[in-house]
């Protein structure tokens, strides 16, 4: 699809306004500090800016994105949606997902993405494809594999995109949930310092993320109006697909995309505690799934890819694990299940680089176990302690 300079010249415009802002914002912010007559200008200013930009996709309709392109085909076209198999088949095969069975099983989940759980439907069009999937395992055929993981991966980015939107939206709506501890914030000490600070802060925060965040979830955003599906059911399925990848051998395909979501991963922190708890499971399975991920890579290159792949998961959603495990009415892991994560943890933390990969990780996990006062987990403090033993040799080495 081609740009016209009529749609690129407001685009333009609005990510060359976006840089001003934030230069001119710095200067600003240090002055502001001092002055609380500056404080309550920068705060007008920021929010005048913000609301300007949410006027721009009404001032250039060209900036929405076009229901039309977006529309989720139950029959996909033959040029998309899915890869061709490495090998070669019969003389009338084509690709995996050009078979009746890759098409049936993306038709299935797509039902299953749209249905709300309320309906009776959901139950029985799930159970099915469930049975699909199982039944294409239990063939024992690399073809049958390949058509699972690459339709319940296409499955499973949909979803995640579905359920940044909802999140985004519900954030929206409520004007901000209660997540992240003001101290952790800025670290005010006044009450009336914290409110204003706080306010502040999640404007400039929207700010920020506003622009990178809308363009890309104009998709998930018709989708999920036309599905009606809660952020709830949408985590509830993600873990329900990772399930399905990891038993079809393709977890790394779930944990790479869970590790690219950071913005889903900074949203989680102040929405519902309840929506939080499903993220925390679909992290803990995944991040179990990341222990052994380039442990059979034979090319250095795609170890240092998984490698960073780890790092990304744990810098994404250490935070989350931190300040929502302990749940609303009953704990969202098992004792045991939050014992054997941090054993996971520590042996992912562990590869990475003695360096800054390691410091990184662990002071964010440090800052974020420090100021969350209603959890003790995860207790990453004998790999701290380790991590500070070997950090004392390698300087007194130097």
């Known amino acids: 699809m081609e740009s016209s300079p009529t749609t690129m010249a407001p685009l333009l415009l609005r990510k ?51 229901v039309d392109n977006y529309n989720y085909p139950l029959k996909p076209p033959r040029t998309e949606s899915y890869n061709q198999p490495n090998g070669g088949g019969g003389g009338g095969g084509g690709g995996v997902g ?23 439907k959901y139950e029985v069009v799930r159970s099915l494809a469930e049975r699909l999937i199982d039944e294409n395992l239990l063939e024992g055929n690399e073809t049958l594999r390949e058509v699972n993981c690459t339709v319940i991966s296409a499955a499973f980015s949909r979803t995640l995109s579905q359920l940044e939107a909802a999140v985004l939206s519900q954030g929206q709506r409520s004007g901000g949930g209660g997540g992240v501890n003001g101290d952790v914030i800025d670290g005010a000490h006044s009450e009336d310092s914290y409110r204003y600070r706080y306010r502040l802060n999640r404007v400039l925060g929207a700010v920020r993320h506003y622009g990178d965040v809308m363009w890309r979830l104009g998709k998930s955003r018709e989708e999920l109006s036309r599905s009606g599906s809660s952020a709830e059911k949408l985590a509830a399925e993600l873990l329900w697909l990772s399930q399905k990848l990891a038993a079809c051998g393709c977890g790394d395909e779930a944990v790479t995309r869970w590790a690219s979501a950071s913005n889903l991963a900074w949203l989680a922190l102040s929405t519902e505690l309840r929506l939080q708890g499903f993220m925390v499971k ?49 704990p969202v892991l098992s004792f045991n299940e939050k014992a054997e994560l941090e054993s996971v943890l520590e042996a992912i933390i562990g590869v990475l680089e003695q360096g800054d990969e390691q410091e990184k990780v662990l002071s964010l996990w440090l800052h974020h176990f420090t100021y969350c006062p209603s959890s003790d987990w995860p207790d990453l403090h004998s790999c701290y302690t380790r991590w500070c033993t070997a950090s004392r040799r390698l300087l007194i080495a130097q």
């Open 16 to 66: 060359l306004l976006t840089t001003i802002f934030f230069y001119a914002d710095k200067s600003l912010l240090t002055l502001a500090e001092k002055h609380k007559l500056l404080q309550l200008i920068r705060y007008i200013v920021v929010s005048a800016f913000l609301f300007f930009l949410g006027l721009l996709p009404s001032l250039f309709p060209g900036l929405n994105p076009s």
């Open 98 to 120: 050009e078979s009746g069975i890759a098409r049936a099983l993306s038709q299935l989940l797509s039902i299953v993405n749209d249905l709300p759980v309320s309906s009776r």
């Open 282 to 330: 679909v992290s803990a399975f995944l991040i179990k799934q990341a222990k052994d991920m380039g442990s059979e890579a034979d090319e250095e290159s795609k170890k240092e890819q998984q490698r960073q792949t780890k790092m990304r998961l744990l810098m994404s959603w250490i935070p989350l694990l931190c300040r929502a495990s302990s749940g609303t009415e009953a």
